[in-house]
Structures are given as C-alpha cells and as structure tokens.
C-alpha cells in the first residue's frame, strides 16, 4: 500500500510517498474488461470488504459501496447481484441503517448476509428479534433445501455465526433453506424474486462450505461469468493508462515494496520510456536494499531509475532528536523537499504515479451508527493520509492504476508481469524505515547497529524458510543499556527487541510462535556479530494492545 511519509503516517505497507494531487472522481466507473459485477452495501461490517475479496476470488468483479448509495445510482452501476453486509447494530433499533425499499423490487438477484438479511426480513414484513441463544463461532448448518444457492455445499457443513438477533418469522413468499441447532432460520430464500439470506457468514475462512455457496450466488443466480482475470486487468490497466497518458511524462516514486514495484512495471509496459522511477535513499533502509533494488531494475528489468542519494540531509536533521512524531515529521517534511527538488530536475512531469489501492478509496466501510443518537461513529481509522504543502506548481495529474485492487490482487498482477518473489512476497516496511526503530534519541552510530543486527534476522529468517509464515519479521534497537559477559569482559551495551507478528492486513496482529531454534540462532549471532548489543528480548504483545512497530 502506498502511504505517505508525514508525521502522522503509520499506515501498513510501504515507503512510496503520497503527494497532493488535483484528484480526479470517478469510483463509480468500473475497469473497462469487468462488464459484470456484484455491489456489497456496506453496513458497517468489518468482513464487507473481505466478502469483495471473496467474490473476485470466483473471478467476479466486486466493489463496497455504502448502504446510502442512492437507488439511481445503484441502477446505473446495474450489477449482476447485490450483497447486504452485516453490520453492528439491530435491525430493530431506532437508528438502524435501512437500505431504499425499492432495492427489492429492482429484480437483481440480493443475499442478504447476517444484518442484511435480517434488514430483508424486517422491510418485507417478516419478524425479527433476540434470538433465544445468541450463537458466537463455528455450527453445523443442516440443509433443508439442497438446490440453488446450497448446490454442492455438504449437509453438516461448518459455517461461522456472530449473531444475538434472528429470524424469528419470514416475509410471505419465503421458504427455509436451512438451519442449525440455535437458529432456526439460517437461510432463507424467495426464489421468484431472487431474494436470499443467511445468517451466517460465508465470507470467513472458518465457513467451509462458505466458497461453495458464495460461487452458486454468483454463477447460478447472478449469471456472472468468470472474467475477472489477472491478464485481462492487466490488458485493461495498459489501455486505459495509455488513452489518460498519451504521450506526456510519468513520475513514479518507486520504494522497493510490492506496490510500487509492481506499478513501475504496468506503467513501463504502457508507457515505456515516459516513466521515471525515482528512488530517494533516505539512510534508513534495510542493509544492501538501495543498491539491489536499483540493480535489479536496471539490470535485470531495463527499466532506468534516478537513485537519489539523500543520506546526509536526513540524518542531519535528526540526530538527537527522539520523540516518535518528531521523527516522523521531519522524515516526511524533508521526503518532500527532496522530492521536490528532484522532481523538478528530472521533469517537468506531466503525471505522479501513485500506488493506491483499493481499501485506500472505499469510503463507505467503517462506518457504525450509534444506535441511541443515530451519529456515525467511525470504527475504521484511515490508513491512508495525504501530505498537505506541495506548492501550487507541483501540482500533478494522478495515475493510479491499481487503485481497484485488493493486496494480493496486486501481488497476482506483479507475478504475472514478471516481478520477482522477493519483492512480490516482501514484508511490509514503514516509510520512515529503521528511524523509527531505532528508539529514543536517534544516531547514525544506532541507525548503522540496527542495521547490522537487522541483516542478521533477516539472513536466518530467510535460511529458516520461513519469511513467508510471519507478516513481519524485525529488530527494535532500545534505548537501554545492559551489563553482560563476553570472555573475561564486562560489556555494557544495548538491548535489542525482535517482532515477529502474523497479521491478515497490518489492522490487527498477534505475536509469532517463531520456534526456539530460530530465536536461539538469530540472538546468538547478533550478540556475537554486532558489537554494540549485548542482550536481546522477544516482545510478545499482540496488536490491540500493542502496535506492530514500537514507534
Ligand atoms: P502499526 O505499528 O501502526 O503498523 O501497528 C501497522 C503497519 O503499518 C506499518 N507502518 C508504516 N508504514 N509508514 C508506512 O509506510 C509509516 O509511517 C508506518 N508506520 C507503521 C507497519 O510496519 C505495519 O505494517
């Protein structure tokens, strides 16, 4: 994910930075080979965009849009299927979110998922309430109606429930497709007007039958086809930048990261020699990092990149300085100025390319009601800041072609271009980079320690063969010295923490159970290999509470 180098910045992903853009509009516009589509309306349901991701799984293109788009638009976006997401609140509150009645006489086939169907229920007369036992987790589903919607899923099926209100009668016309030993009516169905609705969640990886019944709603109900492809986006990214572009100059700040990398590849196949990559070098990347990534573009991609030597003049700007969000200001208030200099010296450009993904554009997720006030409380914290103070006249047009995309969507588009798995498969790494984990009083000395002892992680994580089993894999040099023994010799030296985390999407994470052996190894050698650390500690906090990096 692109993210900007401000202060406030600490989004997931990677150090491409975010410039002030004259945005243009347009979500509504779908990429031009996606003729067909399923809309999710979003109430608020933290899986809503994962449901997205679950049906471009079967190949079908899918955007969140909120519950409030209006019925117009709705009909202009004529897609082959609508899904209503669950939502926090109760169907029967004061505040609940509705959705327009005249959804269900549009004739597009709906499934209403947990919320969304109970919504369905309530606006077409049925009943519900608080369910008698509310059922948290996995049940068996047993399948009354094994037809349709439930075609190929295994009667007995585990599918995952988070529910305390249920279906307590069904709207006329509706029949039941199935149920579990807690819920009455776990799906129901009006065949006539394709209305559908289960109580559980399909869209989790703990619903097994889930896929299964999430490919009979799109293929058999919705009479989508499976053309959302990885070749076709590409072909269509490539046409479209081509027709925006024409022949004018594209600046792409490139970080070495999956996004980034995978767009200087889209745009170099459609644009050629108009693209420029730039890579600013601000002294805080991973040892060897700049060097190979500029070698690798050039040698082994052909695709030129300016590397910008900017070293000093970050450091000296933060030597002795140790407060978090003064590092991040200053990291970010000087990216730009390099970057504006730079981009003055390469251009003039008529273009920024940026790595903008999908979660960054969906507006309308996240947001809950307060079912006692009716306010929006937003529940998502953005992950994606714009930087404010670029002057007038580095205004540029935005090329953001990737801007549909989920994450490993992007990651299937860079592999079929061509880009390799070290950088398809890298772990994500904060813009500031090891400023930020260098912690309290920042010095190049520290900044040149961690960098070593990081190697070292690194190296053994690699040799483990696990790099891909943890979302990140990282060393925290402290702010704390400690008494040890080498041979006869008193040290007195730094702590240092390793983090390893598995996360789904950096928004929440839990601590590795990374085997002893590999601990043991890393923290033998980086205590014998990098003067300067003498002691090194395991943080096991999850996140909530903790977040993955320290600063
Ligand atoms: P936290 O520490 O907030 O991190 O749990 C979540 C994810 O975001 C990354 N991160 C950043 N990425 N610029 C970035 O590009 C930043 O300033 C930044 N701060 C944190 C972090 O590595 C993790 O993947």
Redesign the pocket.
């Known amino acids: 994910?692109?993210?900007?180098?401000?202060a406030a910045?600490?989004?997931?992903?990677?150090?491409?930075p975010t410039v002030p853009t004259q945005v243009e509009s347009g979500t509504a516009q779908r990429p031009g080979l996606a003729r067909e589509m399923v809309a999710i309306l979003d109430f608020g349901s933290q899986y809503s965009e994962l449901i997205a991701r679950r049906i471009r799984e079967t190949r079908v293109y899918s955007e969140v849009l909120s519950y409030q788009t209006p019925i117009a638009e709705i009909r202009h976006l004529a897609p082959k299927g609508i899904i209503l997401s669950g939502g926090p609140n109760s169907v029967y509150e004061a505040y609940a979110p509705q959705c327009d009645p005249a959804l269900w006489e549009l004739g597009i086939p709906i499934l209403g998922v947990c919320y969304g169907m109970q919504l369905m229920v309530q606006q077409l007369g049925g009943v519900v309430g608080r369910a008698e036992r509310a059922e948290y987790g996995k049940a068996s589903l047993f399948i009354n109606d094994p037809t349709d919607l439930f075609t190929n899923v295994e009667d007995g099926t585990t599918m995952w429930m988070s529910h305390a209100d249920s279906v307590l009668r069904m709207p006329e016309g509706f029949e039941l497709l199935a149920h579990t030993e807690n819920t009455p009516c776990a799906a129901i169905a009006h065949h006539s007007r394709h209305l559908y609705g289960v109580q559980f969640h399909p869209e989790v990886v703990h619903s097994r039958g889930g896929m299964a019944l999430l490919r009979n709603f799109v293929y058999h109900i919705c009479g989508c086809e499976p053309e959302w492809t990885t070749a076709a986006f590409i072909e269509e990214a490539i046409r479209e930048v081509r027709a925006r572009v024409g022949d004018k100059r594209v600046l792409l700040a490139l970080s070495g990261g999956v996004d980034s990398s995978t767009l200087a590849f889209l745009l170099h196949r459609a644009i050629g020699d108009n693209l420029t990559c730039m890579f600013i070098d601000q002294g805080f990347m991973r040892k060897n990092e700049p060097e190979r990534l500029v070698k690798l573009f050039k040698e082994q991609f052909h695709i030129p990149v300016a590397y910008v030597d900017a070293t000093e003049r970050f450091i000296v700007r933060l030597e002795g300085v140790s407060d978090p969000e003064q590092k991040?200001k200053i990291i970010g208030d000087e990216f730009i100025r390099v970057f504006e200099s730079e981009s003055l010296r390469l251009g003039p450009f008529d273009y920024l390319a940026q790595g903008t993904l999908y979660p960054d554009i969906i507006e309308s997720a996240g947001e809950n009601i307060d079912p006692k006030t009716g306010e929006r409380v937003a529940v998502k914290i953005k992950?994606h800041h714009n930087v404010g103070g670029l002057p007038e006249n580095l205004r540029f047009k935005l090329v953001e072609p990737l801007k549909r995309l989920f994450k490993d969507e992007v990651r299937q588009v860079g592999r079929a271009l061509g880009l390799p798995e070290e950088i398809v498969q890298r772990?994500?790494?904060?813009?500031?980079g090891l400023a930020?984990r260098v912690l309290g009083e920042l010095t190049k000395d520290k900044v040149d320690i961690l960098r070593e002892a990081d190697f070292i992680l690194r190296q053994e994580v690699n040799r483990s063969g696990r790099y891909n089993d943890y979302?990140?894999s990282f060393a925290v040099l402290l702010p704390v010295k400690t008494v040890g023994v080498m041979g006869d010799r008193r040290t007195y030296a730094y702590a240092l923490a390793l983090r390893f985390v598995t996360?789904e999407d950096?928004?929440t994470?839990d601590w590795a159970r990374v085997p002893y052996d590999l601990l043991e190894q890393i923290a033998n050698r980086i205590v014998n290999e990098v003067p300067g650390i003498n002691r090194v500690v395991l943080d096991i906090t999850s996140?909530p509470p903790?977040?993955?990096?320290?600063?």
Not at 427 to 432: I, K, S
Request: net charge negative; hydrophobic share 30%.
């Open positions: 994910m692109t993210s900007s180098p401000t910045a600490r989004t997931e992903g990677e150090a491409a991040r992950s772990q994500p790494f904060p813009g500031p930020i979302w990140q996360s950096g928004m994470a996140k903790g977040t993955i990096e320290w600063e």
